[in-house]
Protein backbone atom coordinates (compact mmCIF):
# COMPACT_ATOMS: atom_id res chain seq x y z
CA UNK A 1 0.00 0.00 0.00
CA UNK A 2 1.78 3.90 -0.76
CA UNK A 3 0.92 5.75 1.56
CA UNK A 4 1.94 8.97 0.21
CA UNK A 5 1.59 8.82 -4.07
CA UNK A 6 2.37 11.46 -6.67
CA UNK A 7 1.28 11.57 -10.57
CA UNK A 8 3.31 11.75 -12.89
CA UNK A 9 6.69 10.53 -11.70
CA UNK A 10 8.37 11.90 -14.65
CA UNK A 11 7.12 15.73 -16.94
CA UNK A 12 8.85 16.89 -19.81
CA UNK A 13 7.10 19.57 -21.27
CA UNK A 14 8.14 22.66 -23.40
CA UNK A 15 8.33 26.50 -21.47
CA UNK A 16 5.30 28.45 -21.49
CA UNK A 17 3.01 25.46 -20.78
CA UNK A 18 0.30 24.66 -18.13
CA UNK A 19 0.78 21.17 -16.28
CA UNK A 20 -0.31 19.58 -13.01
CA UNK A 21 0.83 17.30 -10.70
CA UNK A 22 -1.51 15.31 -8.35
CA UNK A 23 -0.65 13.89 -4.66
CA UNK A 24 -3.12 11.89 -2.91
CA UNK A 25 -2.43 10.60 0.89
CA UNK A 26 -4.60 7.06 2.68
CA UNK A 27 -2.85 8.01 5.80
CA UNK A 28 -5.55 9.69 6.98
CA UNK A 29 -3.21 12.57 7.55
CA UNK A 30 -4.94 16.27 7.93
CA UNK A 31 -1.75 18.47 6.50
CA UNK A 32 -0.25 18.23 3.07
CA UNK A 33 2.75 19.90 1.56
CA UNK A 34 4.56 20.49 -1.54
CA UNK A 35 7.96 20.74 -1.40
CA UNK A 36 10.70 21.65 -4.18
CA UNK A 37 14.19 19.85 -4.56
CA UNK A 38 16.29 21.92 -6.96
CA UNK A 39 19.84 21.19 -8.32
CA UNK A 40 22.03 21.79 -5.65
CA UNK A 41 19.83 19.22 -3.69
CA UNK A 42 18.01 21.92 -1.04
CA UNK A 43 14.60 20.58 -0.15
CA UNK A 44 12.40 23.63 0.44
CA UNK A 45 8.60 24.05 1.39
CA UNK A 46 6.62 25.76 -0.66
CA UNK A 47 2.76 25.22 -0.09
CA UNK A 48 0.72 23.15 2.78
CA UNK A 49 -2.76 22.74 3.92
CA UNK A 50 -4.61 22.06 6.67
CA UNK A 51 -7.69 20.53 6.36
CA UNK A 52 -8.32 21.74 3.11
CA UNK A 53 -7.38 24.88 4.33
CA UNK A 54 -3.83 27.23 2.84
CA UNK A 55 -1.56 27.25 6.45
CA UNK A 56 2.12 27.71 4.66
CA UNK A 57 2.19 30.00 1.76
CA UNK A 58 6.13 30.34 1.18
CA UNK A 59 7.17 32.87 -1.55
CA UNK A 60 6.74 31.10 -4.74
CA UNK A 61 5.86 32.60 -7.63
CA UNK A 62 1.52 32.90 -8.36
CA UNK A 63 1.99 30.68 -11.22
CA UNK A 64 2.40 27.97 -8.94
CA UNK A 65 -1.65 27.12 -7.33
CA UNK A 66 -2.05 24.54 -5.15
CA UNK A 67 -6.05 22.64 -4.73
CA UNK A 68 -6.90 20.50 -2.62
CA UNK A 69 -10.29 18.98 -2.57
CA UNK A 70 -10.49 16.79 0.21
CA UNK A 71 -8.03 16.33 3.09
CA UNK A 72 -6.50 13.36 1.08
CA UNK A 73 -5.20 15.21 -1.71
CA UNK A 74 -3.21 18.37 -2.64
CA UNK A 75 -2.48 19.18 -6.49
CA UNK A 76 -0.28 21.13 -7.70
CA UNK A 77 -0.57 23.41 -10.78
CA UNK A 78 1.90 25.66 -12.69
CA UNK A 79 0.68 27.80 -15.32
CA UNK A 80 3.47 29.79 -18.39
CA UNK A 81 6.83 27.07 -16.92
CA UNK A 82 9.79 28.22 -17.24
CA UNK A 83 13.00 26.73 -16.98
CA UNK A 84 13.92 27.29 -13.75
CA UNK A 85 10.86 25.67 -12.69
CA UNK A 86 12.55 22.34 -13.59
CA UNK A 87 13.26 20.52 -10.46
CA UNK A 88 11.79 17.43 -8.35
CA UNK A 89 8.56 18.05 -6.94
CA UNK A 90 7.62 15.94 -3.40
CA UNK A 91 4.18 15.77 -1.55
CA UNK A 92 3.84 15.27 2.28
CA UNK A 93 1.77 14.76 4.54
CA UNK A 94 1.66 14.31 8.29
CA UNK A 95 -0.79 14.38 11.69
CA UNK A 96 -0.13 15.17 14.74
CA UNK A 97 -1.88 16.95 18.23
CA UNK A 98 -1.47 20.70 18.94
CA UNK A 99 1.92 21.01 20.56
CA UNK A 100 2.86 17.34 19.87
CA UNK A 101 5.21 15.98 17.29
CA UNK A 102 4.35 15.95 13.34
CA UNK A 103 6.44 13.42 11.46
CA UNK A 104 6.42 13.82 7.87
CA UNK A 105 6.11 11.46 5.41
CA UNK A 106 6.91 12.13 1.46
CA UNK A 107 5.95 10.55 -1.31
CA UNK A 108 8.55 9.58 -4.53
CA UNK A 109 8.71 12.55 -6.14
CA UNK A 110 7.65 14.24 -9.59
CA UNK A 111 11.12 14.81 -11.26
CA UNK A 112 9.84 17.94 -13.85
CA UNK A 113 11.97 19.10 -16.78
CA UNK A 114 11.00 22.21 -18.58
CA UNK A 115 12.59 22.42 -22.06
CA UNK B 1 13.17 27.05 15.07
CA UNK B 2 17.15 26.56 15.76
CA UNK B 3 19.13 25.48 13.26
CA UNK B 4 21.52 22.41 13.21
CA UNK B 5 25.18 21.62 12.20
CA UNK B 6 26.19 18.54 10.95
CA UNK B 7 29.22 17.26 9.21
CA UNK B 8 29.38 17.76 5.32
CA UNK B 9 30.18 13.57 4.46
CA UNK B 10 31.03 10.65 6.36
CA UNK B 11 32.15 6.99 5.43
CA UNK B 12 31.38 3.42 6.90
CA UNK B 13 32.19 0.09 6.64
CA UNK B 14 29.54 -2.08 5.91
CA UNK B 15 28.30 -3.76 9.07
CA UNK B 16 29.60 -1.69 11.81
CA UNK B 17 27.62 1.10 13.44
CA UNK B 18 27.50 4.65 11.90
CA UNK B 19 27.38 7.03 14.74
CA UNK B 20 25.92 10.56 12.98
CA UNK B 21 26.55 13.75 14.99
CA UNK B 22 24.20 16.62 14.92
CA UNK B 23 24.60 20.29 17.02
CA UNK B 24 21.09 22.08 18.21
CA UNK B 25 23.00 24.73 20.57
CA UNK B 26 20.19 27.25 20.05
CA UNK B 27 17.47 24.17 20.89
CA UNK B 28 14.18 25.43 22.50
CA UNK B 29 12.30 23.12 25.25
CA UNK B 30 9.73 22.54 22.83
CA UNK B 31 11.71 21.34 20.21
CA UNK B 32 11.64 18.07 18.68
CA UNK B 33 14.90 16.44 16.80
CA UNK B 34 13.74 15.00 14.40
CA UNK B 35 16.01 12.36 11.89
CA UNK B 36 15.38 12.41 7.77
CA UNK B 37 17.67 10.50 4.84
CA UNK B 38 16.99 10.54 1.50
CA UNK B 39 18.25 8.11 -0.71
CA UNK B 40 19.35 8.75 -3.91
CA UNK B 41 16.35 10.14 -5.98
CA UNK B 42 13.70 8.95 -3.51
CA UNK B 43 11.48 11.01 -1.30
CA UNK B 44 12.89 11.76 1.98
CA UNK B 45 12.07 9.25 4.70
CA UNK B 46 11.25 9.59 8.55
CA UNK B 47 13.26 7.85 10.58
CA UNK B 48 13.33 8.73 14.74
CA UNK B 49 12.65 11.79 16.78
CA UNK B 50 12.77 12.25 20.55
CA UNK B 51 12.41 15.77 22.55
CA UNK B 52 14.88 14.62 25.43
CA UNK B 53 14.88 11.39 26.38
CA UNK B 54 16.85 8.66 23.75
CA UNK B 55 15.12 6.88 21.64
CA UNK B 56 15.11 3.55 19.47
CA UNK B 57 12.83 2.06 16.73
CA UNK B 58 13.71 -0.51 14.28
CA UNK B 59 15.90 1.44 11.93
CA UNK B 60 18.03 3.69 14.71
CA UNK B 61 18.44 4.94 18.13
CA UNK B 62 18.59 8.65 18.94
CA UNK B 63 20.63 9.68 21.69
CA UNK B 64 20.23 13.28 23.04
CA UNK B 65 22.67 14.55 24.99
CA UNK B 66 21.31 15.64 28.83
CA UNK B 67 21.63 19.83 27.90
CA UNK B 68 20.15 18.61 24.53
CA UNK B 69 22.23 21.20 22.17
CA UNK B 70 23.28 17.82 20.19
CA UNK B 71 22.49 14.61 19.31
CA UNK B 72 23.85 11.10 17.24
CA UNK B 73 21.57 8.94 15.16
CA UNK B 74 22.99 5.26 15.49
CA UNK B 75 22.62 2.84 12.80
CA UNK B 76 23.72 -0.04 14.34
CA UNK B 77 24.87 -2.57 11.72
CA UNK B 78 24.75 -0.19 8.43
CA UNK B 79 24.38 -1.91 5.06
CA UNK B 80 24.99 -0.67 1.55
CA UNK B 81 21.62 0.45 1.78
CA UNK B 82 21.79 2.84 4.42
CA UNK B 83 23.65 4.69 1.57
CA UNK B 84 22.01 7.92 1.72
CA UNK B 85 21.85 12.00 3.07
CA UNK B 86 21.00 11.95 6.84
CA UNK B 87 19.03 15.09 7.70
CA UNK B 88 18.71 16.29 11.31
CA UNK B 89 15.89 19.14 12.19
CA UNK B 90 14.60 20.74 15.15
CA UNK B 91 11.19 22.05 14.88
CA UNK B 92 8.54 22.70 17.24
CA UNK B 93 5.49 20.47 17.60
CA UNK B 94 2.78 23.59 16.45
CA UNK B 95 5.42 23.92 13.44
CA UNK B 96 4.94 22.46 10.44
CA UNK B 97 7.79 24.15 8.70
CA UNK B 98 10.78 21.63 8.17
CA UNK B 99 13.50 23.79 7.56
CA UNK B 100 16.40 21.54 5.67
CA UNK B 101 20.22 21.94 5.86
CA UNK B 102 22.61 20.08 3.41
CA UNK B 103 22.55 16.89 5.83
CA UNK B 104 25.51 14.79 5.95
CA UNK B 105 25.86 12.46 3.21
CA UNK B 106 26.62 8.78 4.65
CA UNK B 107 28.72 6.39 2.29
CA UNK B 108 28.52 2.74 3.73
CA UNK B 109 31.49 0.67 2.10
CA UNK B 110 31.43 -2.90 1.16
Known amino acids: DTAVSQTPKYLVTQMGNDKSIKCEQNLGHDTMYWYKQDSKKFLKIMFSYNNKELIINETVPNRFSPKSPDKAHLNLHINSLELGDSAVYFC??????????????FGPGTRLTVL | DAKTTQPTSMDCAEGRAANLPCNHS???????VYWYRQIHSQGPQYIIHGLKNNETNEMASLIITEDRKSSTLILPHATLRDTAVYYCIVLSGNNRKLIWGLGTSLAVNP
Open chain 1, 92 to 105: ASSQGGAGGPRTQY
Open chain 2, 26 to 32: TISGNEY
